[in-house]
């Protein structure tokens, strides 16, 4: 079973930085893709954002290419998402996702985290 558990949110001004974290605990395999989502304010639907492979291979969302870089240590269990330049519509809960990526029958096809709130004000 994997857990993973966000943190580093809070609220910065337009054109700050900001790097979330992402520990999980669990088998590899279960996580081998890792990502962040984002549900913005009165929003229903998340949206990706971006993931990573287990290999460190990284794919952003045209929203937060070039601002945006996620990494991840296998050895430590954990991912992170730098976030530069943010904006006011960066605003949103962030979520932690991880998966096998493929099926695999001990893991389930997605493990979600709390989620942590992110504020950029104008």
């Known amino acids: 079973h994997v857990q993973v558990v966000e943190s580093g949110g809070g609220l910065v001004q337009t054109g700050d930085s900001l790097t979330l974290s992402c520990v999980a605990s669990g088998e590899l395999i279960c996580m081998a893709l890792m990502g962040w989502y984002r549900r913005a304010p009165g929003e229903s639907e998340r949206e990706w954002i971006a993931y990573v492979s287990l290999e460190g291979n990284p794919y952003y969302a045209d929203s937060v290419k070039d601002r945006f870089t996620i990494s991840r240590d296998n050895g430590r269990y954990t991912m992170s998402l730098q976030m530069n330049n943010l904006r006011p519509e960066d605003t949103a809960t962030y979520y932690c996702?991880?998966?096998?990526?493929?099926?695999?029958?001990?893991?389930?096809?997605?493990?979600w985290g709390q989620g942590i709130q992110v504020t950029v004000s104008s």
């Open positions: 996702n991880a998966g096998p990526g493929r099926r695999v029958g001990r893991c389930d096809d997605d493990y």
